[in-house]
């Protein structure tokens, strides 16, 4: 899944997602007091444009210069709030203990052996800011070996967990039914989340 096969899934439709934020970001995220962000695969942007709104300054990183695109033109109002950047979340780094939130939503980050996107991604988080990651439950997922893909190789909640030190306190690590319906052509019906926070 490169750069090419997100371009091509984003140019199949005119717009692939419904443009509202993630219902685990807003259920989780609604009552924090506004900070530095990094939405990690912000896709058409529509997470980056909720937190933007309600005073976040974004840092919202894709590997798809087409969604990035999309996103900038439909968030043209939130006047800089918004840094739209190109990367590739395997191999990008961030500057460390730089962010009050990193939200890392659906996006298939694969598992690696030494966890260094995973531990780049932790590193960026400030003392005292959160960790939100969520994905589609396991149980809602199916291998599709045309494309390559199999669940398995990528990262859930309970993995991040076990990747914490004790300078992370887990506020939340559960499944629970989706807030919002299943994306079209899929049948998700629960989310696996994870809120943690970085002490200090």
Not at 26 to 37: K, L
Not at 93 to 117: C, E
């Amino acid at each position: 899944m490169d750069t090419e096969f997100w371009d091509d899934m984003y140019r199949s439709r005119d717009q692939l997602f419904s443009g509202a934020p993630n219902g685990v970001l807003v259920t989780e995220v609604a009552d924090m007091p506004p900070g530095q962000a990094l939405d990690v695969g912000c896709g058409e942007g529509g997470d980056a444009v909720w937190l933007a709104r309600r005073g976040w300054q974004v840092t919202a990183v894709d590997i798809s210069r087409v969604a990035l695109e999309r996103a900038a033109a439909a968030a043209a109002d939130i006047g800089g709030r918004v840094a739209w950047t190109r990367a590739d979340l395997s191999s990008a780094r961030f500057p460390a203990a730089a962010f009050d939130l990193v939200s890392v939503q659906y996006f298939p980050l694969k598992r690696q052996s030494d966890h260094g996107a995973l531990r780049g991604l932790l590193d960026a988080v400030a003392p005292g800011g959160t960790l939100l990651f969520a994905t589609h439950d396991l149980a809602d997922l199916s291998p599709n070996p045309e494309q390559g893909f199999d669940p398995r190789d990528y990262y859930q909640p309970d993995d991040v967990a076990g990747v914490l030190d004790d300078g992370w306190a887990v506020v939340v690590n559960e499944t629970r039914p989706r807030t919002a319906p299943a994306p079209a052509g899929t049948h998700h019906t629960h989310d696996t989340v994870l809120r943690a926070r970085r002490l200090g």
